[in-house]
Every structure is written in structure tokens, then in C-alpha cells.
């Protein structure tokens, strides 16, 4: 068996069209992007996020 190449349609580019890989890290409060990995609480509005 060869190997089968990557379809570039396949392959993630910059923004994949995969949301839920980041959803987590966005703030459902004032939708603000959250640079930590989970993040507790939002570093914008103060929002405590649900951790699990
Ligand atoms: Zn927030």
C-alpha cells in the first residue's frame, strides 16, 4: 500500500473552518478572546467562566 498524500483541501490553512478548537477561549460575555489556555475568568469583563 503507498502512502496517501494529503488533500490540500484537507489540510488545516491559518483559520481552519473548525471553530470549536478556540470556542472555548471565547468569552460568551462580551465575546472577547482569551489568550490563556483555560482561562477562569475573562481578563476583559470579568466574567467567571464555567471551568468544566
Ligand atoms: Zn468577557
Do not use: I, N
Amino acid at each position: 500500500m503507498e502512502p496517501v498524500p494529503p488533500s490540500p483541501t484537507e489540510q488545516d490553512t491559518d483559520m481552519g473552518g473548525d471553530p470549536a478548537c478556540w470556542l472555548d477561549r471565547v468569552c460568551p460575555e462580551c465575546g472577547g478572546f482569551l489568550l490563556e489556555a483555560r482561562p477562569t475568568t475573562c481578563e476583559r469583563c470579568g466574567t467567571a467562566l464555567a471551568a468544566e
